[in-house]
Nanobody, 120 residues
């Protein structure tokens, strides 16, 4: 199973960007999919997660600005980011928790990360 994230790039303050992540492989189900980010010199932090049943959780700093969505059939998760500020500059990582496959259950998988830079 692999996670492939896309959609990062350079955006001006106040702008929007949409990230996408797809989990590929022989997957039966994924319990939780999410996005985390890591800014230079800082620890990785929660951005947003979506449970298989649709339950969502957001990091405090993105509430009201970011929206996460998930397609269980396609094993994808998207992150719509609006009203971006320089504080949102970071590498964004896709995460999948409890991935059920024919070989068993993977505890936690990470994508390679995609860089988001908010700058004028």
């Amino acid at each position: 199973v692999q996670l492939q994230a896309s959609g990062g790039g350079l955006v001006q303050p106040g702008g929007s960007l949409r990230l996408s992540c797809v989990a590929s492989g022989n997957i039966f189900s994924i319990s939780i999919m999410g996005w985390y980010r890591q800014a230079p010199g800082k620890q990785r932090e929660l951005v947003a997660t979506v449970r298989k049943n649709g339950g969502r959780e957001y990091g405090d700093s993105v509430i009201g600005r970011f929206t996460v969505s998930r397609d269980n059939n396609k094993n994808t998760i998207d992150l719509q980011m609006n009203s971006l500020t320089s504080e949102d500059t970071a590498v964004y990582f896709c995460n999948a928790v409890r991935v059920a496959t024919p070989d068993g259950v993977e505890g936690s998988l990470w994508g390679q990360g995609t860089l988001v830079t908010v700058s004028s």
